[in-house]
């Protein structure tokens, strides 16, 4: 399990969903056809919220990218009729539609939704390259699209250290780094 997505499944957590890392979505031999690839290994969503006031799914793709230049916006706005690339969520909607509807029957079949559920993109990332960060948020909200970038992120990172004791690394370190000055 990765870290990142074990943070960011905390905090859904905290804001009311229950959550699943790593959850698999068992496309049929006819959904990979039409997907355009026949042999495509299951698909894989991070993280998965689900949150039963509001009836709603996130499939949230989460992303740390910390050490690098971050989510790039070219790579996000692109589009593909087959899937490919990084972003295959974000930039086949042929593949996101038959993924979130294959998604859907499974947690119907589970009894974890209904026919009534909605299934809502979203993206987790621990850095955005600097000059893309506007771009990102204009595309993300064109796009009825949810987007956690790292700002909002630290945020909610922050809030954890004003909650009651919890015995979870984040929230430890939260407290800590928080309510604790650096001096040199």
């Known amino acids: 399990m990765d870290s990142f997505e074990s943070l960011v499944r905390l905090l859904l957590d905290r804001e009311g969903y229950w ?6 979505v068992n496309l049929t031999k006819d959904e990979k056809k039409r997907i ?8 894989e969503i991070d993280v998965i919220a689900f949150k039963p006031s509001a009836n709603e799914v996130i499939a949230m793709e989460v992303k740390s990218f910390l050490d690098s ?3 790039q916006f070219d ?6 009729a087959v899937p490919q690339g990084r972003y295959k969520l974000f930039t086949c909607e042929n593949y996101r539609d038959i993924v979130f509807s294959r998604l859907k029957n499974d947690l119907i079949e589970s009894g974890l939704a209904d026919h009534e559920t909605k299934i809502k993109i ?7 390259y600097a000059k893309d960060v506007a771009d990102i948020a204009a595309l993300f909200d064109e796009r009825d699209w949810l ?16 909650i009651g004791y919890e ?18």
């Open 122 to 128: 979203g993206l987790a990332a621990g850095k955005i």
């Open 147 to 162: 987007l956690w970038d790292p700002s909002l992120i630290a945020r909610k990172l922050k809030d954890l250290s004003t």
């Open 167 to 184: 015995n979870d690394p984040y929230v430890l370190a939260s407290k800590l780094i928080h309510r604790n000055p650096l001096t040199e």
């Open 69 to 71: 230049l971050g989510v």
């Open 75 to 80: 790579d996000l706005k692109e589009v593909h």
């Open 36 to 43: 355009g690839k026949h042999s495509i290994p299951r698909p």
């Open 19 to 24: 959550t699943r890392i790593s959850q698999k």
